[in-house]
C-alpha cells in the first residue's frame, strides 16, 4: 500500500469520528444568574468554539436564580442548565416525576455567604443574634441558615428574615434597613466594594464554607430521561466545558474579554475580580486539583445529602448515584490542572 493511499484512510478515518459539518446538534443551555466572570467557562468554551468543534450548536441563555433554572429544566424549556446541586436535591424529592441527575460540579465549594458592615457591630457569627437579615425567599444561603446557625451555636430562629428582591440586598445594607445579607459571596462583596464604594476593611463576611458546611455548588443539571435519550450530546458538551474551564483558570484575564463580549454592559475589571474571587474561594481546592475538574468525591457527597435532608426537611433522601453522575466526563487525566 502506497504511502499516499495509507494517508488518505487515516483522513478518511478522522472524518468519519467527527461530527458531520451543518450537523450540529443543539442545545438551549440556561445560566443560573446573569453573565459574570464566574460564568467564564460555560462563555469561554462558547467562544472559543469548543462546543462547535464537538458539533454542538450551544444557545447559552443567562438566568434568573437557580431556582428558576432547575424548573425550566425540569420542564424541558431548557436541555441543560447551571444551577445549584442542594436546590436540586430539594426539587427531586419534592418532584420525583421529572427529576435531575448533575453530570459536572463547576464550583467544587459553594459560595454561600452573610455579609455585613463593622459599623453595624457584627464581627463574628454570634453577633447576629437579633439581627435582621435581607434575602429572597428562596436564596440558598438563607435555607441553609439552620445548618450555620447550629454550626456557630445559634438558635436557628435568633433572627429575622426580610424578603428582599437580589438587586435590593446591597443596598438595604448600606441604608442600614437590615444589618445583614445573604447571597454568593463573590456577588455580594464585589457589588458592595466596586458598585457602592464600601471600603472592603468595612465588610464582614461569614463564609458558610468556613463554618462546617461541606456542600457542593453549582452544577451542570439535566433531566434523567432527556440524559438517557441525549448521552452523546451530554459527552461532547462537558468535553468542550472542560476546555472552556481550563481556558478560564490560565487565563482569566482573556476570559472576561469573552464575558464582555457576550454581556457589554460588564464592568471588565470588576468581573475579573469576580472570576479571581471564584476561582479561589469556590472553583479550586485540593479536592479538584487532586481528582480533577467537574468531578466529586462520593464520600463528601454523601454527607452533603446528609446536610442537605436536614436543613430542608426532606422527607427522604436520595443517593449519591442519583445526585451525581460522572459516567458522562472526559477522562481524569484530561480534567487535571496544567
Do not use: C
Not at 454561600?112 to 440558598?140: Q, R, V
Amino acid at each position: 500500500m502506497t504511502i499516499t493511499r495509507m494517508l488518505a484512510i487515516a483522513v478518511l478515518a478522522v472524518l468519519a469520528l467527527a461530527p458531520a459539518a451543518g450537523a450540529q446538534t443543539k442545545v438551549k443551555f440556561a445560566l443560573d444568574w446573569q453573565i459574570q466572570g464566574p460564568q467564564a467557562p460555560f462563555i469561554t468554551a462558547k467562544a472559543t468554539g469548543a462546543f462547535q468543534a464537538r458539533g454542538l450548536d450551544v444557545t447559552i441563555d443567562r438566568g434568573t436564580g437557580s431556582q428558576k433554572t432547575i424548573e425550566q429544566v425540569a420542564t424541558g424549556t431548557y436541555d441543560m442548565g447551571y444551577g445549584d446541586i442542594n436546590s436540586m436535591i430539594e426539587y427531586n424529592v419534592k418532584n420525583p416525576q421529572t427529576p435531575l441527575i448533575a453530570v459536572g460540579i463547576v464550583l467544587n465549594s459553594p459560595p454561600f455567604s452573610l455579609l455585613s458592615l463593622k459599623k453595624n457591630g457584627i464581627k463574628e457569627p454570634k453577633d447576629l443574634k437579633g439581627a435582621t437579615i435581607g434575602a429572597p425567599a428562596g436564596d440558598a444561603p438563607r435555607r441553609l441558615w439552620p445548618i450555620f446557625a447550629k454550626n456557630v451555636g445559634l438558635p436557628a430562629d435568633s433572627v429575622t428574615w426580610t424578603n428582599m428582591a437580589p438587586p435590593l440586598r446591597e443596598p438595604a445594607l448600606v441604608k442600614g434597613d437590615v444589618k445583614a445579607i445573604s447571597g454568593f459571596y463573590f456577588t455580594g462583596f464585589l457589588n458592595l466594594t466596586e458598585n457602592l464604594k464600601v471600603p472592603e476593611s468595612e465588610v464582614v463576611a461569614f463564609k458558610y464554607s468556613d463554618y462546617g458546611i461541606d456542600l457542593y455548588g453549582n452544577a451542570v443539571v439535566v433531566r434523567v430521561d432527556w440524559l438517557k435519550a441525549n448521552e452523546e450530546t451530554v459527552r461532547r458538551f462537558l468535553a468542550a466545558l472542560n476546555t472552556g474551564f481550563k481556558a478560564a483558570l490560565k487565563d482569566p484575564k482573556t476570559a472576561i474579554t469573552h464575558i464582555k463580549a457576550a454581556e457589554p454592559l460588564s464592568n471588565e475589571a470588576t468581573e475579573l475580580k469576580r472570576l479571581q474571587l471564584a476561582i479561589a474561594a469556590n472553583m479550586v481546592n485540593d479536592e479538584v486539583r487532586r481528582n480533577g475538574l467537574l468531578a466529586v468525591d462520593p464520600a463528601r457527597m454523601q454527607r452533603a445529602i446528609d446536610q442537605v435532608a436536614v436543613s430542608f426537611e426532606l422527607p427522604s433522601k436520595p443517593t449519591v448515584a442519583q445526585v451525581f453522575t460522572g459516567a458522562y466526563l472526559p477522562p481524569a487525566a484530561e480534567r487535571k490542572l496544567d
